[in-house]
Every structure is written in C-alpha cells, then in structure tokens.
C-alpha cells in the first residue's frame, strides 16, 4: 500500500550498519542491547540474520570477529565467502567506536515502531474498506493492534537496591501526609479494610460465592462506597444485568427501600422522598456501567483507556466473559481470562474486582463450617487463585439452615489470600430487602 502513495517504508541503513559493527568492534555491548532491540527491529533481511548469528555465537560465548561471523554467515547460506567477506568489511569500516551503540539501537527501534505502526494503519485500513465486522469489533481491534505496538516496546530494566528503598520511603512519606490517597482504594467496610489496608494499584480482587449468595450485590456496595469517597471513576462492567436493573438495585441499598417495591411500583410517599435522595447522592458518583454481553478482555480495555480519571473497574462476572480465542476448554479459557485480567489491573494502575462462581463442593461438605467456601472451591481453573493478589469469599449460613431466623441476616466475609496482608473473617449483616451488606461492629450494625 505505501507505493501507491510513492512512500517508503522508515528505515536507517546507516543505524543498522552501525549497530552490527559496534558488536564486531567490541562484542561484550550485546548486553547493552538486551531490551532496546531484537532481530526483528532490523529493516533488511540479511541485517536481521548477521545479528541473529551474532547473538547465538554470544550466548555461546563463541568469539565474535570478522573471521568467525563470516565462517558462520557461510555455514548458515547467507552469504558466500567472498560476498560475506566484502560486506562485513565494510561494516566494521563505517562504525568508528562502540561507545555510541545505545544510540544506533534506539534509531533502529524507533524506525521499526514506526514501520508497526503503518502496518497496523493499512490493516485497519483494509478491514474498514472490507465491512465484514461490526463497527464497534473493528474499533476494538485497531485499539488493540496501536496499543500492542506500544506494549512490546515498553523497556523495564533492573532497579538497584537504593532506589527501591529510597521508593518505599517515599511511599512512607506519602503515606504520613495524605493517607487516604497513598493506602489505595477502600471498600468502605471498616472490618474488611482494617485487613485489606486498601486495594492497591494494579491489584486483581476475586469475590467468589456460590449463586444467591449476595456477590453482585456486594461489588455494587463496594462500587457506590468507593464511589463517595473518591472523584475518580468506577466502571462496572454487567455481564448478566441490564444497565436498569443495576440502577434499581443501587436505588434500593442506597435508599433503603424494599427491591420488591421498585419492582412492583407499590411505593408510598415515604419511599418517594428516600428515593429522591439516594438517587441525588447517586447521580453526584462518577460510576459508569456498561452491560454490554459476552464481552472480552480486549474489549473492556478499548472502552478503558477512554475513561478518564479511572479509579476502580468491577465485572460481573467472570464466567460470563469470553476468551480471545474460543476453545472448548473451559479450564484454560478461565485461566487465560483470569491472566489477562490480571494484567489489565497492572495496566491501567488500579484495582480489578471481579465476582466468580464457586463450584458445588462446599454443599456436598458436613459439619458447623463445612458449608463455608476454601480456596479449591474457585471454580474451573486453579489458575484464578493464582492470579489473583486478594480472594474474598462471601458465606451466609442462613442459605444452609433457613429454619435458623436467627441465621437470616448474618454473613462472613472471608479474606482466603490477601497478598499484602492478614487472612480473616470479617463478620457482616445482611438485609436482602435492600440487597445491601453492612459491617457488624460490637456495638451493632454499621454501614
């Protein structure tokens, strides 16, 4: 396509030349270009196959000169003995020192960014002019080819001790001078955060139960919690209710109306006036819900990077979501969608909740607490508990003894893996009216 428009593709013979001698000058700088280049980043093929052999004789630690790279630029067919002789020559000849081989990596990388990124263009192009996918797919997709450009270039290298240090006293620092901020994301259940000590950046937060146990409702307490206490924004991600039925839901916690009358519509003037309040407290949140089905991870992450401000994002729920690739196995589909998810927390900075199905063994167990979820509950990949930084189970006994009217309202919140803290059980009330979770303290119920 760019010789339609008379254009060549970016590349800098000048800069590969360079690189490929500054190894043959002095062969112990193939460490400086660990993370600044590959093979790939090279325009010209036989560019491309002289710096593989490099590397490979490198690791080795066979001597790389101009006497044993042609004998192996021979042996490989890429060159014959004259040829090879000729060319490699004049590599060594235009590169005058090695010093500046940092500085012809970069040249050659940022050349092939910009080669990336006209191959994606013409491929976004092509699939726009082809019309076979929906719109909203094809946008997904050229967010994803820009973004794993991005992705694959982005260079981590060590950190020496002292500046690890110097980071968590900053922290520290941070931390004496505007708390809330520096702890992380709270979910506004004083006993839960007193384990917690906050949801950190980029942390992955399972919240598992089995069905009707409260686990949506839970996140969306935790969601308009969050929500107050911070300007940033909240998205929540419904995989199985509609945008309205989520409204309703955090109506009736937040007004304290009965669920059964917004279903019903049978309010009185009492329940008018809560309603009116909560939804003014409501509508001052910065929570945006999508309820978009059968979404992906690569998808939720398109519609991410163009929130602003972003502070927390919930799913609803994980079982619900669908792999990248479809595979008729479950088991891994989970545990590559649990990974992702994963590392779109690290991502965007912020903590990723995300409400999973328990399997049934915790029914088939027997005793006083042998109804309450374990770790090997988690449903379908062992992958999940893995990846995941902070597991919370949620348990109400009343589920299991209906006959108990003292059992009806209590739950435990436990806290199975908290990377960055205490392990415990949180005790909480439930009032499934107002499908709302409250925190128990010793002297009563809290909010």
């Known amino acids: 396509m760019n010789e339609e428009y008379g254009k060549k593709l970016p590349f800098s013979l000048e800069a590969e030349q360079s690189v490929l001698g500054a190894v043959l000058i002095k062969p112990d700088v193939m460490d400086e270009l660990v993370g600044i280049i590959t093979k790939e980043d090279f325009y010209l093929e036989e560019h491309k196959q002289i710096f593989s052999i490099m590397q490979s004789m490198y690791l080795k630690s066979r001597r790389i000169d101009l006497v044993t790279l042609i004998d192996e630029l021979v042996r490989e067919g890429v060159y014959d003995k004259a040829g090879g002789k000729e060319y490699i020559s004049l590599i060594v000849e235009i590169v005058p020192t090695a010093s500046n081989v940092k500085d012809y990596a970069k040249i050659v990388r940022d050349k092939s960014i910009l080669r990336a990124l006209i191959s994606a263009g013409e491929s976004i192009v092509e699939d726009a002019y082809s019309e076979e996918n929906n719109t909203q797919k094809l946008l997904e997709s050229a967010e994803q080819r820009i973004y794993s450009i991005a992705d694959k270039h982005e260079n981590h290298e060590f950190v020496h001790i002292k500046d690890a240090i110097m980071m968590s006293f ?16 709270q979910t506004g259940f004083a006993g839960i955060d007193r384990l917690l000590v906050g949801m950190s950046k980029g942390d992955f937060v399972l919240v598992g ?20 206490r911070s300007p940033k924004k909240v998205c929540i991600f419904s995989l199985e209710m509609s945008t309205e039925q989520l409204a309703t839901r955090l109506l009736a916690s937040e007004a304290m109306v009965e669920s059964t009358k917004l279903r019903s519509g049978m309010l009185d003037e009492e329940d008018w ?34 929130v602003k401000d972003l502070g927390l994002v919930i799913i609803d729920y994980l079982g619900l979501m ?17 990974r992702n998810l994963k590392l779109m927390a690290k991502e965007f900075g912020v903590p990723v909740i995300t409400c999973a199905q328990l399997s049934r063994a915790s029914e088939k167990r027997t005793g006083e607490d042998g109804h309450k979820p374990v770790l090997s509950d988690l449903r379908d990949s062992g992958a999940i508990e893995q990846d995941a930084d902070i597991v919370l189970f949620i348990y109400r006994p009343g589920e299991y003894d209906k006959n108990d009217p003292e059992k009806k309202n209590k739950a435990e919140l436990i806290i199975a893996k908290n990377r960055h803290g205490s392990q415990g059980d949180v005790k909480m009330a439930w009032l499934p009216q107002y499908t709302k979770f409250m925190t128990v303290e010793d002297n009563g119920i809290q909010e």
């Open 273 to 306: 006036t809560k309603l009116g309040h909560a939804a003014a407290r409501l509508a001052g949140c910065n929570i945006m819900i999508d309820d978009s089905t059968g979404v992906t991870v690569t998808g939720m992450k398109a519609k991410l990077r163009r």
């Open 322 to 338: 669908q792999g990248e690739k479809h595979t008729d196995n479950k088991v891994n589909e989970i545990g590559d969608i649990s």
């Open 209 to 228: 139960a089995r069905p009707g146990m409260g686990k949506t409702s839970f996140c969306l307490n935790v969601a308009v919690n969050a929500a107050f």
């Open 170 to 185: 900053n922290r520290l620092k941070e931390l004496e001078t505007n708390r809330a901020e520096a702890i992380g994301m």
